[in-house]
């Protein structure tokens, strides 16, 4: 394998080329891999379906769970699969994190680092084949400075945009600080520009991502109520949802604003990740159970009819069965619509993977199906809690008869319908049935 310093090349135009796109993982790294692809159509270069055969693959990685490294590898096979004189490029979180286990296990042709995937077309005139990979990566990314701007189109109704990047955070399960470097935000008037110029493309909804949004500022003056302020008031925008937000960095002033704002959204997603104290003192987060029950009654003064989403880490290492019953516990009694029930799998180079007390993994995957089976029954609650009520859908889909689209505070609705124009459109709907797990309503 070759390894190179950062070096920025002459761009090369291949009009012949074809290049197909996979990203796994979060919502910033499709705004991230919707900005590379843009940078390749200017190139020359055609779009292609991964589905399809295709010149250059390149896949957008994760690496918050293990899961996320087998999918890697699946879809590399997949690729190869497809097209195997293709080339296949590697960037993202485990592009940063194992380079050298990406070369060893898979066939592909370059990988990048943090610090180079959005200089991809300068690096591939220079990368062989795969049995010399060329891997352009720094080890360290702890003194990365200036956040690239991206935004996703592609989506004709929705698009994400990165406000913020990296995080300084040390919690001790997560590796995303050393796959993207501390914390560092794009400044608000790009923002806007680039708000505009979704809204130019057509796109009525707008998703605010990073990795730690909360700790949005800029130059130490511009904080995330500011940015949503400024973003408030950019024409054609209609609806704005924030991604998701630590609890010790959701203000009163940023839950009240959403009440009076125009697109803002009535949607909060509030990591909890633990509902008991000693887990969450080792996890070393920075609030504890009572912060974030707060955070949570706060959100309900204010919007009553909020939709309230909640992350948690089922397993642990040394979380005991009082511990989990405490979690269980807490969720069952806040006023939330869903969760994200993640199980816990140890990250190399976090300082949790050292820890010795193990949660057994079957007895992970039982947390996480008793917490799932919890989110089903609060995302029907609350279902149940609206009905009758007019809520506004962004209709996305047509099929089968029936439209489908999510409310402001984030339900997927289905109204039968043969008008396929009103996708992309925004309408008033009575929220009318709940049968075989789907909600159903009709234009008022």
């Known amino acids: 394998m070759t390894w190179i310093n950062a070096v920025y ?51 957008n990685t994760c690496s918050v769970t293990e899961n996320a490294d087998r999918e890697f590898r699946k879809i590399v096979n997949r690729a190869k699969r497809l097209a195997p004189e ?23 042709d370059l990988v990048l680092g943090t610090k180079e995937k959005f200089n991809i077309l300068e690096h591939l005139q220079f990368s062989n084949n795969t049995e010399n990979p060329l891997i352009v990566h720094e080890s360290s990314v702890e003194n990365l400075h200036g956040c690239i701007p991206s935004y996703s189109i592609g989506d004709r109704t929705r698009s994400f945009l990165k406000i913020q990047d990296g995080c300084d955070y040390p919690c001790t399960y997560c590796t995303i600080p050393l796959a993207r470097g501390p914390s560092r935000s794009i ?32 130059n130490n003056e511009s904080a995330l109520l500011y940015l949503l302020q400024q973003l408030d008031q950019v024409d054609g925008i209609e609806r704005i949802r924030i991604s998701s937000i630590e609890p010790n ?67 642990f290492p040394g979380e005991s069965e009082i511990e989990f019953q405490q979690t269980y516990t807490l969720l069952e009694s806040l006023d939330i619509s869903y969760l994200h029930v993640f199980t816990y799998s140890e ?5 949790a993977a050292a820890y010795t007390e193990k949660v057994a993994m079957e007895e ?66 009575e929220l009318t049935a709940f049968k075989d797990d789907k909600l159903f309503g009709a234009l008022k």
Request: net charge positive; hydrophobic share 40%.
């Open 9 to 59: 090349y002459t761009k090369v135009k291949n009009n012949n080329k074809t290049v197909a796109f996979h990203t796994l993982g979060c919502k910033l790294n499709y705004a991230e891999t919707s900005t590379i692809a843009r940078q390749f159509e200017k190139a020359g270069y055609q779009r292609a379906a991964f589905r399809d055969s295709a010149d250059l693959y390149v896949i």
């Open 86 to 108: 293709s080339k296949i490029a590697v960037i993202g979180c485990y592009a940063q994190l194992k380079p050298e286990t990406i070369v060893e296990t898979s066939a592909v």
């Open 187 to 218: 400044d608000p008037e790009i923002l806007v520009q680039q708000a505009q110029e979704i809204a130019l493309n057509g796109v009525k909804e707008i998703v605010l991502t990073g990795v730690n949004i909360g700790d949005y500022r800029y």
């Open 249 to 315: 960095l959701l203000s009163d002033e940023i839950i009240h604003f959403v009440s009076h704002s125009m697109c803002i959204l009535p949607h909060f997603h509030v990591p909890l990740q633990a509902g008991s104290n000693t887990v969450l003192s080792r996890m070393k987060r920075r609030y504890d159970v009572e912060l974030f029950q707060d955070r949570i009654r706060a959100i309900i003064s204010e919007h009553p009819q909020a939709g309230i989403g909640v992350d948690v880490i089922v397993g």
């Open 347 to 351: 990250r190399p180079d976090t300082a």
């Open 364 to 429: 992970r995957k039982k947390r996480n199906r008793i917490l799932t089976k919890l989110s089903e029954k609060k995302r029907q609650a609350f279902i149940l809690s609206q009905m009758n009520q007019t809520r506004e859908v962004l209709f996305e889909k047509w099929g089968a008869g029936y439209l489908s689209g999510m409310t402001e505070n984030y339900m997927k609705v289905h109204v039968r319908s043969a008008d396929k124009n009103l996708i992309n459109n925004v309408k008033d709907i």
